[in-house]
C-alpha cells in the first residue's frame, strides 16, 4: 500500500524509510543464511524479497525531495551488510559456527522487526483506537510468522 500510495500522490509524505530499510536488510540476511544451509526455499523466498524492498527503496529514493538522508541511509546499510559479511565469512572459520551465529543474529533481528508495531502500543492504548495499525498488515504478519515456524518446525530448525 506504501508503494501505491507513492506512485499515485508521486510524494512520500507520511510514509516511512524505515521499514524498507529493516525488511531489506532482513531479507538478505535470511538470504545469507539459506545460501549457507543451502535451502532453496529461503533463497527464493528471501532473493524475490530483497528485490522488492530495493524497488521500493528505488522508488522513496525517486520520490523523495530530501535524497541525501535516504542514500546515507542506504549506504550505512550496505556498509553493516558488508561488515557482517565479513565477519561472516572471514572471521568465523567454522561452517557450522557460522550458520548457528548468523542463524542467531537473523531470529533476532527478525523478532525485532515482528515486535516493532508494539511500539505504538501506548499510543493505542492511550487514545483507544487502532487507527494507527494496518490491520491487513498485522494478519499478513501473523500469517506469515506462523509459515515459518511450522516450517522452521518441519525442519528441526530452531533459528526459522
Given at each position: 500500500?506504501?508503494?501505491r500510495q507513492m506512485l499515485a500522490t508521486k510524494?512520500?509524505?507520511n510514509i516511512q524509510f524505515l521499514p524498507f530499510l529493516t525488511t531489506d536488510v532482513n531479507n538478505l540476511s535470511w538470504l545469507g543464511y539459506g545460501c549457507l544451509k543451502q535451502d532453496w526455499t529461503l533463497i527464493a523466498v528471501n532473493t524475490i524479497g530483497a528485490a522488492l524492498q530495493t524497488l521500493y527503496i528505488l522508488a522513496y529514493l525517486y520520490y523523495s525531495p530530501a535524497k541525501r538522508p535516504v542514500?546515507?541511509?542506504?549506504l550505512l546499510l550496505l556498509a553493516v551488510l558488508a561488515t557482517g559479511y565479513g565477519y561472516f565469512t572471514l572471521l568465523i572459520?567454522?561452517?557450522q559456527?557460522?550458520?548457528a551465529r548468523l542463524g542467531l543474529f537473523c531470529s533476532v533481528f527478525t523478532i525485532s522487526m515482528y515486535l516493532s508495531p508494539l511500539a505504538d502500543l501506548a499510543k493505542i492504548v492511550r487514545t483507544k483506537s487502532t487507527r494507527c495499525l494496518s490491520f491487513p498488515l498485522t494478519v499478513a504478519t501473523f500469517l506469515a510468522s506462523t509459515s515459518?515456524?511450522?516450517y522452521g518446525l518441519q525442519l528441526?530448525?530452531?533459528y526459522i
Amino acid at each position: 500500500s506504501d508503494l501505491r500510495q507513492m506512485l499515485a500522490t508521486k510524494s512520500v509524505e507520511n510514509i516511512q524509510f524505515l521499514p524498507f530499510l529493516t525488511t531489506d536488510v532482513n531479507n538478505l540476511s535470511w538470504l545469507g543464511y539459506g545460501c549457507l544451509k543451502q535451502d532453496w526455499t529461503l533463497i527464493a523466498v528471501n532473493t524475490i524479497g530483497a528485490a522488492l524492498q530495493t524497488l521500493y527503496i528505488l522508488a522513496y529514493l525517486y520520490y523523495s525531495p530530501a535524497k541525501r538522508p535516504v542514500l546515507l541511509r542506504s549506504l550505512l546499510l550496505l556498509a553493516v551488510l558488508a561488515t557482517g559479511y565479513g565477519y561472516f565469512t572471514l572471521l568465523i572459520a567454522d561452517a557450522q559456527t557460522r550458520l548457528a551465529r548468523l542463524g542467531l543474529f537473523c531470529s533476532v533481528f527478525t523478532i525485532s522487526m515482528y515486535l516493532s508495531p508494539l511500539a505504538d502500543l501506548a499510543k493505542i492504548v492511550r487514545t483507544k483506537s487502532t487507527r494507527c495499525l494496518s490491520f491487513p498488515l498485522t494478519v499478513a504478519t501473523f500469517l506469515a510468522s506462523t509459515s515459518w515456524t511450522l516450517y522452521g518446525l518441519q525442519l528441526r530448525d530452531p533459528y526459522i
